[in-house]
């Protein structure tokens, strides 16, 4: 068998003289602001960046993937059998739950299954997989039922919904519903009394945690926790919370709007950078349930009149931060290709000519279109007015609704019509890492089943495609069947591809080592 193995201290004025106040002076707390409120805790049932940061704080994976994109032990090391059928993991010593237990194979059982019901990928790979078995208390093994090249990639995966660790009776937790503790065995603990949803998270160091011994990378090597407490506070106006980091109140501010940048040049007491080395897409989703986006000649005429370069100018502004390009999985990664450029081709006035007329012979009958806009979440809350004003323009009828993330991100499951709650479009944006290939991109699964992330897309030749590249072996064909999907996710409006772009963070000269990865992560870091 192959074997793989173990290579201005300062107390917020808003939480003065609560619980913590007579313990904070003897702290050291990074107080940091997230790009979006947290109210979504289960980290296997949200695809939210908020959610998936708060994840790994608290759990952990059984592997983890370094900046390479390469799969290594995290809670576990592996064998892969030589047919590649037989995978065996076997937990490292000094894991433990929060609530003092033991970790074992019989609970990352019972989470492999909980996360393979609710992921995409996942969800592949288990159409793939004989059993899952705990063979003893510290071994687990995953027997392949057909050929499936992606097992280790998928266990690794960092987006958009990792493969989270947790006790069997949380894992357990029915289908649907959300699990009731945050009980971990990651880095930080849950600081349950302190949540206020939508406002405020707190996540104290695991003093129990044993970090691996290798040199940290992504979310793989060590995980070594060198400040006391996190704080995770909204602040939705970003001029106040550019204030609040030069007046010392905050630490870290994980995405600073571009046109703001200028307000902290001068200031040689903050920083500023792309520590999320790989970009994120703006993404329109199509309810493709509901009128009028279940008519697929609507939502072409939508794709022809949507316009990336405006997108992009309007929430970025600075081109230094973004990019245009038709690629479904990122405009940098190995499964990148042009097609689909034709959608990006020509003038915008000449788009919209062919969308106008795409739309007059596509049979919309006037349905409008409820568009759904996040007033708190200031990298997303463009788009929607920018491309209502575009879809009015090619003949659309929009109505666009304000709402907090944390309500959009409730209201758009429902697949029901807009009078009953449900929605027509939104925005969001993906980081690349969870959209780079065919398998793990949850925006083109074109099952057209429930579970399929907001949209509900269903198109059979693309999961005949899909499934082709999943036995692929040969690097040039993966790259061949990912570009005949792209073509197709284009020419069936699966969703708009609205441009790459990357994050800015800016942060106190008193913090150190911040963390290059493919999300924000906050262990290694000091204050």
Not at 57 to 74: C, I, K, S
Not at 78 to 91: A, G, I, K
Not at 105 to 131: F, I, T, Y
């Amino acid at each position: 068998m192959k074997r793989f193995g173990i290579g201005r201290l300062h107390a917020l004025a808003l939480l003065a003289g609560s619980m913590y106040g007579a313990t904070l002076a003897a702290e050291t707390v990074l107080t940091v602001v997230p790009p979006a409120s947290l109210r979504v805790l289960d980290p296997i049932l949200s695809t939210a960046q908020i959610v998936r940061t708060h994840g790994f704080m608290v759990f952990d994976t059984l592997l983890g993937m370094d900046a390479q994109f390469r799969p290594q032990p995290q809670m576990a090391d592996y064998q892969v059998s030589d047919d590649h059928m037989v995978y065996t993991l076997t937990l490292r010593e000094g894991l433990r739950w929060h609530d003092g237990t033991p970790v074992t194979a019989q609970d990352c059982v019972a989470s492999l299954k909980r996360w393979g019901a609710n992921d995409g990928a996942g969800r592949k790979m288990m159409e793939h997989v004989g059993s899952i078995e705990a063979t003893s208390d510290k071994e687990l093994v995953i027997t392949l039922a057909k050929p499936f090249g992606h097992v280790l990639e998928l266990l690794a995966k960092p987006s958009p919904v990792p493969a989270f660790m947790m006790p069997r009776r949380l894992a357990e937790t029915p289908a649907g519903q959300q699990v009731t503790e945050m009980v971990g065995s990651g880095p930080f603990k849950f600081v349950d009394k302190a949540f206020r949803a939508g406002d405020q998270a707190v996540y104290a160091k695991n003093t129990d945690y044993v970090p691996r011994p290798e040199p940290s990378s992504w979310t793989a090597g060590g995980k070594v926790v060198n400040v006391d407490k996190v704080v995770m506070k909204s602040m939705p106006d970003m001029q106040t919370t550019l204030n609040a980091l030069q007046a010392g109140d905050v630490d870290y501010v994980e995405q600073v709007t571009i046109d703001l940048l200028p307000l902290l040049e001068g200031n040689d007491q903050i920083k500023t950078g792309t520590p999320v080395k790989l970009g994120s897409q703006i993404t329109g989703q199509f309810n493709h349930r509901q009128p009028p986006f279940d008519n697929p000649k609507v939502r072409h005429a939508a794709m022809l009149a949507l316009d990336q370069e405006l997108f992009l100018q309007t929430a970025i502004g600075n081109p230094d931060y973004y990019q245009t390009c038709p690629s479904t999985y990122g405009c940098n990664v190995p499964m990148a290709s042009q097609a689909g450029q034709e959608y990006l081709a020509g003038t915008a006035q000449e788009r919209m000519a062919k969308a106008q007329a795409a739309l007059k012979a596509s049979g919309y009958d006037g349905t409008p279109v409820m568009m759904m806009q996040p007033t708190d979440y200031a990298i997303l809350s463009t788009q929607p007015i920018v491309a209502a004003d575009r879809l009015r323009e090619a003949g659309f009828k929009v109505n666009v609704v304000p709402m907090d993330w944390g309500a959009l991100q409730a209201r758009k499951e429902s697949s029901a019509p807009v009078a009953e709650g449900g929605w027509n479009m939104f925005f969001t944006a993906w980081g690349i890492p969870g959209i780079w290939n065919p398998l793990v991109n949850p925006l083109i699964d074109g099952s057209g089943k429930d579970k399929v992330w907001a949209g509900w897309r269903a198109n059979p030749e693309v999961e005949a495609l899909r499934a082709q590249y999943l036995v692929a072996q040969d690097l040039e064909e993966q790259k061949r069947i990912a570009r005949e999907i792209q073509q197709i996710v284009w020419d069936d409006g699966f969703y708009y591809n609205g441009g790459e772009y990357r994050s800015v963070s800016a942060w106190s000269d008193k913090v150190k080592g911040v963390n290059e990865g493919p999300l924000s992560l906050f262990w290694n870091i000091r204050k």
